[in-house]
T-cell receptor, first 120, second 111 residues
Framework: GAVVSQHPSWVICKSGTSVKIECRSLDFQATTMFWYRQFPKQSLMLMATSNEGSKATYEQGVEKDKFLINHASLTLSTLTVTSAHPEDSSFYIC????????????????FGPGTRLTVT | ELKVEQNPLFLSMQEGKNYTIYCNYSTTSDRLYWYRQDPGKSLESLFVLLSNGAVKQEGRLMASLDTKARLSTLHITAAVHDLSATYFCAVYNTNAGKSTFGDGTTLTVKP
């Protein structure tokens, strides 16, 4: 159990276009999902916390109009990078925290495999 | 603001040797995580430590937590090449409902 998927696993897009990344918890429900960005040889930086049915909470310095997050259900959150630029090229990782109603530990965050975005 | 410091940032060690990675954090927390990341991959959960004095072991890795000292350690025993990876600690901020990651320790185990 506790599998989180991301789609796509990698994407190349042209500057100025928008890209949507999906994060799904496959075998559990997640009230909260997190979106991280990781540049090469750096740590994970939290971009936003997404709660099902409510607006995402963005970290300081993250443009909410550029990185649109939608958490429409207990198993799906999406991150849309709008008007992407080369500096948005990065490894985007989501994680999901199980709801208390599941048999999984609500202390854990289960990470997706990541999406590598390259903007040309 | 919660700050998390890991050291060392880079560690090169020979197979068979022991070493410890340290994770210091700046404010009170009741939850600390250790993760492993292989190049080009996402995170793999290693340990979650939930209380002062907690110790967990899995194979050649052992993690401990001292909440009073705000310190966690990840001890590597008799390192093998397969342990080469980057290891992150992450400290959970209960009030904020989120974790802050350390900078990571890149471990290279040489024959």
């Amino acid at each position: 159990g506790a599998v989180v998927s991301q789609h796509p696993s990698w994407v190349i897009c042209k500057s100025g276009t928008s890209v949507k990344i999906e994060c799904r918890s496959l075998d559990f429900q997640a009230t909260t999902m997190f979106w991280y960005r990781q540049f090469p040889k750096q740590s994970l930086m939290l971009m936003a916390t997404s709660n099902e049915g409510s607006k995402a909470t963005y970290e300081q310095g993250v443009e909410k109009d550029k990185f649109l997050i939608n958490h429409a259900s207990l198993t799906l959150s999406t991150l849309t990078v709008t008007s992407a630029h080369p500096e948005d090229s990065s490894f985007y990782i989501c994680s999901a925290r199980p709801t208390p109603r599941t048999s999984l530990s609500s202390y854990e965050q289960y990470f997706g495999p990541g999406t590598r975005l390259t903007v040309t | 603001e919660l700050k998390v410091e890991q050291n060392p940032l880079f560690l090169s060690m020979q197979e068979g040797k022991n070493y410890t990675i340290y994770c210091n954090y700046s404010t009170t927390s009741d939850r600390l995580y250790w993760y492993r990341q292989d190049p080009g991959k996402s995170l793999e959960s290693l340990f979650v430590l939930l209380s002062n004095g907690a110790v967990k072991q899995e194979g050649r890795l052992m993690a401990s937590l001292d909440t009073k000292a705000r310190l966690s350690t990840l001890h590597i025993t008799a390192a093998v090449h397969d342990l080469s990876a980057t290891y992150f600690c992450a400290v959970y901020n209960t009030n904020a409902g989120k974790s802050t990651f350390g900078d990571g320790t890149t471990l290279t185990v040489k024959p």
